[in-house]
């Protein structure tokens, strides 16, 4: 008895049930709460199971653009088409946070990228407002 009451107790430790997809989807379902913090955690998460995986970096662009840091953005969206150049909407997201800090020419570099890559009304929708800034400067 005496032994058995002065034992130390075990530490269980578990392993994280989730697999990276699913700490990815668990983020984008707080993102689309407005949970932004709760979403970082998750995509960070998914991170660190699939460091190649260029979705979750995508995603952590789009939650540090909702937050205002568009450095910190841009950052996410280049390692996002790091991991996969043909991650067209991390381009076109590169080319809008380009446009927010006035860096035209960037900006119409990575958004030519991604239409070349695809043709989708968002991207057409960002050309234009670059273009625009361009002619204007002109």
């Known amino acids: 008895m005496f032994l058995y009451s002065c034992s130390m107790p075990k530490i269980v430790v578990l392993k994280d049930p989730l697999s990276a997809e ?3 989807n668990l983020g984008v ?3 689309k709460k407005g949970i932004l913090d709760l979403a ?3 995509y960070n998460k998914a991170i660190r ?12 662009g789009n ?6 840091n568009l450095k910190k953005a841009l950052q ?7 991991l996969n150049p043909d991650n067209t909407d991390a381009l076109n997201n590169m ?3 380009y446009y927010l800090l006035k ?11 991604a239409l070349s890559k695809k043709l989708k009304s968002e991207y057409l929708q960002t050309m234009k407002e670059i273009e625009e800034k361009i002619y204007e400067s002109d």
């Open 95 to 97: 080319a809008y946070v």
């Open 29 to 31: 379902a707080y993102e």
């Open 103 to 113: 860096d035209y020419n960037k900006a119409y570099y990575y958004i030519k990228k």
């Open 22 to 24: 699913e700490h990815n």
């Open 63 to 68: 939650i540090y653009y909702k937050k205002g």
């Open 49 to 60: 199971k699939k460091p190649d995986w260029d979705i979750p970096y995508f995603n952590l």
């Open 40 to 42: 970082e955690k998750e």
């Open 76 to 82: 996410f969206y280049k390692k996002a088409v790091e």
